[in-house]
């Protein structure tokens, strides 16, 4: 069992076509949102797609209502590959609606039409004779008859309840089915959380579609002592018949990474998921992209760029591009509403923590702000902290700030509706200097410091107050990313230019 992405790719699904294996993941609110990653050897992986620029530009998505989407949005997808055309499927819980995109080609274009009806944690999945299902469902797990041309239920189709989970014995019911047919039987795969267990990776089989169903868990264990059981996610077959499985594991603030587990099938057809730390060989004769040099334990292009325009970089919702302009490396926010926080701020630009120990840096010119704007860094998920720039009467103050919710951490439908807490303020006489967030996301620190220097580029980083404590909590549900913002609390039009950003690992 391996550890393969430190970072938040919660949700996995996986495929192989022909030499390339391909891994989506959950992005909830932010765009563009559904990602691709791409890999050859399900060790090294890289971006390949996301699958759309923008979902739907309803006032959450858009920020418009103050509240948006935290916590919601595209959850996850099933990733398929039938007749030679790929296709993505999943619901959005926040407009109760089952997308599905398909393309020829994992890069897109992407087409987009709807399923009709609501299928959570949903797999989309042939049969042999052509008919095609979804299995869907929390606790209870459906089994739906899909019309062929994937538009909703078939009329008089297969629509039951094929496995159930005991809610008296559970804290979560089994749900994230991955429903696979190997060798004549059908598989399915799900996670729950037994009451006194970590999350555990469970697995039904039958001999028919429409059952029996029979089963159990195959799979409770931890990794790195973090008391946080590896489940949920696809598996996939690679060229010399050896199986493996990619779930993910809770890290803490930093999200919900993908580990590779190892699967074989008994002599009964049963899978067995080992807690062992096997890595499968490249494909023979098969050449991934070039090396990339500072790229800590992958071998392929990195999935964190200092690059404004590479795709490590989302938007937190759909961003507004009438008041921010993106460049190679320079992005600027122009500020058009008065808001409360972050969380309600348009165009906040955000890039993944990657590793337990990274680091990051930007060069900030904060001079064309207004009056109760802040401008800055932020480490942003539902417990947050920033170092930014404000003004307050006609004077410009470096400033460090938090959130705690006031909410148990694992509410969800809640909104941050508080104006961030202030932890230290000092004067700048200028107002264009270097940000430097240090995360340390071991399981003994969860934090974040909060640095600066006055001379980009020159002298040694000063550190403005104590570390903030960060925390992983439900109305976010994501892992704590880099983000930089600009927000207005008074009159809108201030603006702030970001240049200059450099990843860093420790």
């Not at 550890?3 to 076509?17: A, E, G, L, M």
């Not at 390339?20 to 390949?48: K, Q």
């Not at 992209?289 to 795709?311: I, Q, R, V």
């Not at 938007?315 to 309600?344: A, F, R």
């Amino acid at each position: 069992m391996k550890s393969i992405i430190v970072s938040d790719y919660p949700d996995p699904d996986v495929i192989r076509v022909g030499d390339v294996y391909y891994m989506v993941s959950t992005t909830m609110h932010f765009m563009p949102g559904c990602v691709i990653l791409r890999s050859y050897n399900l060790v090294d992986w890289e971006f390949a797609s996301y699958v759309y620029d923008k979902l739907e530009e309803t006032d959450g998505q858009t920020l418009k209502d103050n509240k948006g989407i935290y916590g919601k949005g595209m959850w996850a997808a099933s990733l398929n590959f039938h007749d030679d055309k790929f296709y993505v499927s999943f619901v959005a819980n926040d407009t109760h609606k089952t997308y599905l995109f398909t393309s020829e080609k994992i890069e897109g274009p992407w087409k987009r039409s709807e399923i009709k009806g609501f299928y959570h944690d949903m797999s989309l999945f042939w049969d042999d004779d052509g008919r095609v299902f979804v299995v869907h469902g929390n606790t209870e797990i459906h089994l739906t008859e899909l019309k062929a041309d994937l538009s909703g239920p078939k009329k008089g189709g297969v629509d039951k309840v094929i496995i159930c989970d005991d809610r008296e014995k559970v804290i979560l019911g089994y749900e994230g089915s991955h429903l696979y047919k190997i060798n004549g039987r059908y598989y399915n795969f799900m996670i729950h959380m037994p009451k006194g267990k970590m999350r555990s990776q469970g697995c039904y089989v039958a001999d028919n579609i429409e059952g029996p169903w029979t089963g159990g868990d195959i799979l409770c264990s931890d990794l790195d002592n973090w008391n946080s059981g590896v489940a949920q996610g696809g598996i996939v077959q690679d060229k010399q018949g050896n199986w493996f499985g990619i779930l993910f594991q809770d890290h803490g603030a930093l999200g919900r990474i993908p580990v590779l587990v190892p699967v074989e099938f008994n002599a009964s057809g049963v899978p067995e998921f080992h807690a062992v730390p096997v890595v499968p060989e490249p494909v023979e004769g098969v050449e991934g992209p070039e090396p990339f040099d500072n790229n800590p334990g992958y071998k392929y292009a990195p999935l964190w760029s200092n690059d404004f325009t590479n795709p490590a970089w989302q938007w937190n919702h759909i961003p507004d591009k009438s008041c921010c302009t993106l460049e190679t490396s320079k992005y600027t926010i122009t500020t058009n509403k008065t808001v409360i926080n972050i969380t309600q701020a348009v165009n906040t630009y955000t890039q993944r923590t990657l590793t337990e120990k990274c680091a990051g840096s930007v060069v900030l010119d904060a001079s064309q702000i207004n009056e109760g704007d802040f401008a800055g860094l932020a480490a942003l998920e539902g417990e947050y902290g920033f170092i930014a720039v404000t003004k307050r009467d006609g004077k410009f103050y470096l400033v460090a700030a938090e959130h705690k919710t006031k909410y148990t951490p694992w509410a969800m439908g809640v909104f941050d509706t508080d104006p961030p807490d202030i932890k230290t303020e000092i004067p700048l006489e200028n107002p264009k200097l270097e940000l430097k967030l240090v995360f340390d996301l071991t399981r003994e620190k969860q934090q974040v410091q909060l640095q600066y220097r006055n001379e980009p580029g020159a002298g040694e980083y000063q550190t403005l107050s104590t570390p903030v404590q960060l925390r992983y909590t439900l109305d976010q549900f994501v892992g704590v990313r880099f983000a930089l913002f600009c927000y207005s609390t008074k009159q809108t039009g201030g603006n702030a230019q970001f240049t200059d950003f450099n990843y860093s690992f420790l």
